[in-house]
């Protein structure tokens, strides 16, 4: 998901780093929620490495304190479907730290049991640390430079080819998702192959989408921190690229595929089914990284469909 400004491409106005804070623990039991306020209105808002530069608003917490849309539209596109929102500069506390910050809401709901989310790259902390378990035995420690970008977040830029994947942390979806473009260059690199059949998975604000299952034969290795399966949505920004074909193809079968109308987009968000084999996440604000102690317990072979 990435979000735009429409009218003029504006920076969100940070909060001042004078009054930045140490280092602030959240942790699975509470959700990775964090208190602050908005125009002096008390909210609790998720902290996900892979929200938007933006705080996003569910549209009841809009309503319940009292924000006016400015002029500044804002919008998404989820493969086809184009969302279109608001936006609103206001003043917000975190962690004792107070600024202006620029607001943007949808009007479908952002995320379940909070009234937005955040991500830690928005906040007035010289460190995040994500608390996602105890230590486990032959844990491994990666250390990622990361990149910022105001629509979209953090992510960590692998490169393939002519080309560059943008990795995702995210600790809200519970699997791993890529775009056809992603997929259709991780699969060439790393031999991957179709698992399942096409089925349609939530993806952002209530919006569907067609997925399906990859394995890879060789992990994407990110220096320590590994992984081989992930969802892939078919339909999503694929360019001129191709995907796997069908396992049991004939080869001797002509297959016509439909064009696509989307640009090829290369996003990979990585979620719970492999980020809970990790105890904790941390991004450092100082030096953008961020810092993963995982297990590599990847499975051998591609389960059953």
């Known amino acids: 998901m990435r979000l735009f400004l429409s009218f003029l491409t504006l920076a969100a106005l940070l909060l001042p780093g004078a009054g930045r804070a140490a280092d602030l623990t959240i942790d699975a039991a509470s959700s990775f929620l964090v208190d602050a306020t908005i125009n002096g209105h008390a909210v609790r808002l998720r902290v996900d490495p892979a929200a938007s530069g933006y705080i996003i608003l569910n549209p009841e917490t809009v309503a319940r304190i009292g924000l006016r849309p400015s002029m500044l539209r804002s919008a998404t596109r989820i493969g086809p479907v184009r969302l279109t929102g608001s936006s609103k500069v206001a003043e917000v506390a975190i962690g004792g730290v107070t600024g202006d910050r620029r607001l943007v809401w949808i009007d479908r709901p952002a995320v379940e049991g909070a009234d937005g989310l955040i991500g830690p790259a928005d906040m007035p902390y010289d460190r995040v640390i994500f608390t996602l378990g105890a230590p486990r035995g032959g844990e491994a ?123 090829a987009i290369f996003a990979l968000k990585l979620g719970l089914d492999r980020l809970s084999q990790c105890s904790r996440l941390v991004w450092d604000n100082g030096t953008r990284r961020l810092t993963l102690n995982c297990t590599n317990l990847l499975p051998t072979r591609p389960p059953t469909p």
């Open 141 to 263: 420690t990666a250390v990622l430079p990361m990149e910022f970008a105001r629509g979209a977040g953090l992510s960590f830029p692998r490169r393939l080819g002519e080309d560059v994947v943008r990795i995702q942390f995210s600790l809200i979806k519970p699997e791993s998702m890529a775009t056809a473009g992603a997929g259709a260059l991780i699969a060439a690199a790393h031999g991957g192959g179709w698992i399942g059949e096409v089925r349609e998975q939530p993806i952002e604000f209530g919006v569907s989408r067609p997925v399906r299952a990859m394995w890879l034969e060789r992990p994407v290795d990110l220096g320590y921190f590994q992984f081989r399966q992930f969802l892939v949505r078919t339909g999503d920004h694929r360019g001129n690229l191709d995907l796997p074909p069908e396992p049991d193809a004939d080869p001797d079968e002509v297959v016509v595929t439909g064009g696509s109308r989307q640009r």
